[in-house]
């Protein structure tokens, strides 16, 4: 790839979008799953569990969510390293995600939003294919 090819790719407004939508969907995972240990954004991350879930995993509610914590920071970090794996991955925890609070109740504005961060990952799956390596593809 030459500079001249370089700069016109940095101008791909595709490009672009699959870059913002990697970094994104790579970091806050993984500071969302470091919280699960922190609990800096919020005091009590087991009131978004729905008891069908917390029943599945092993110990109390808090351990599960310190799973849910782990399961985070590895599908950012999939996002970073791997986006064609990591996206999809993201797109399918993010569907369990809507669901369990759907399950809880109450949190419909949660799931919502949700959803478009669902579709947002499903976007990012597409234009991981469409730029292999986070580069785009040769013409």
């Given amino acids: 790839m030459t500079a001249t090819d370089r700069a016109v790719s940095v101008k791909d407004p595709g490009y672009q979008a699959f870059w913002a939508l990697r970094l994104g969907f790579g970091i806050l995972p993984i500071l969302f799953g470091i919280d699960k240990f922190t609990t800096l954004l919020t005091a009590d991350w087991t009131r978004y569990l729905a008891d ?7 110990g109390d509610a808090n351990t599960a969510m310190q799973i ?9 970090i999939a996002v970073l390293l791997l986006p064609r794996l990591g996206a999809p991955l993201v797109a399918v925890w993010l569907g369990a995600i809507i669901v369990d609070l759907l399950m809880v109740g109450g949190y419909g504005d949660i799931a919502l939003r949700d959803f478009g961060l669902m579709a947002a990952a499903l976007v990012l799956t597409r234009l991981a294919w469409a730029y292999p390596n986070g ?5």
């Fill in 135 to 139: 580069l785009p593809a040769r013409s």
């Fill in 52 to 58: 069908s879930f917390d029943t599945l995993a092993p």
């Fill in 68 to 76: 849910v914590g782990v399961i985070e920071i590895v599908a950012g």
